[in-house]
């Protein structure tokens, strides 16, 4: 994971969340699958 100047909280509903988690792959972590989608949608 690249350093980070530290850490912020986002807000979100639980099926918001949920529905981010099934897209996330075994061992990602939220920020994974986030800047991982936003990688894709820069295509």
Same mark, same amino acid.
């Given at each position: 994971?690249?350093?980070?100047?530290? @850490? %912020? +909280? @986002?807000?979100?509903?639980?099926? %918001?969340? *949920?529905?981010l988690?099934?897209?996330?792959?075994?061992?990602? +972590?939220?920020? *994974? =699958? =986030?800047?991982?989608?936003?990688? %894709?949608?820069?295509?």
């Amino acid at each position: 994971m690249p350093y980070r100047q530290g @850490i %912020t +909280t @986002i807000q979100m509903s639980p099926g %918001t969340r *949920d529905k981010l988690k099934e897209l996330g792959k075994k061992g990602e +972590t939220y920020e *994974d =699958i =986030i800047l991982r989608l936003l990688k %894709t949608r820069k295509k």
